[in-house]
């Protein structure tokens, strides 16, 4: 990892890891509650494209998607590289929850309330080579109000969504293998 340290001097695997874990789980409760906009600045507009999909499907048949009991059981880095504009992690997640849905009344429809499903999931992180460095106080473009990008990375102030894309790795591509 040492070509991605020579563009990100302050890069650990195990904070990196760490912060993978954590969108993802932001994701699946992002998809639970129907508020994408909580995770809209950890995701490319692909990723996020897809997940609204999903999101208005569920709206579509009154459903809700649910992943109780979710933890990452283990991250592994499986390859990176760095080209002209960016650098590249790809990730292999591996995932415990329930996977079940519900009605909006509350009611159980499908899937599995009893029983953990374990799945494999490939995730691929990018960041600027020439990213901004944020800072522990990050502030609001909008308005300029500090605000904590990792909560919502919405201004609580003005409702400017805080773009994290030239600033921290992004999630570009998420599949369940």
Not at 38 to 45: P, Q
Not at 150 to 176: H, P, R, V
Request: proline share 1%.
């Amino acid at each position: 990892m040492d070509e991605i340290l020579k563009y990100d001097p302050e890069f650990t695997q195990s904070k990196f890891k760490t912060y993978v874990d954590n969108v993802f789980i932001k994701l699946h409760m992002a998809v639970v509650t129907k508020e994408l906009e909580d995770i809209r600045h950890f995701v490319s507009d692909e990723v996020y494209k897809k997940y609204q999909k999903i999101v208005e499907n569920l709206n579509k048949k009154h459903l809700i998607q649910m992943y109780d009991e979710i933890n990452v059981a283990q991250t592994d880095i499986l390859n990176y590289k760095v080209t002209n504009e960016d650098m590249v992690i790809e990730v292999n997640l591996i995932s415990r929850y329930l996977d079940y849905l519900m009605d909006e009344d509350g009611n159980y429809v499908s899937g599995n309330t009893d029983i953990r499903s374990e799945k494999n999931n490939h995730l691929i992180f990018t960041k600027k080579i020439n990213h901004q460095e944020s800072g522990i106080v990050r502030k609001c473009p909008g308005c300029g109000a500090s605000i904590d990008a990792n909560d919502s990375g919405k201004c609580a102030y003005c409702g400017t969504i805080y773009n994290l894309e030239d600033k921290e790795w992004i999630l570009t591509s998420i599949e369940t293998i």
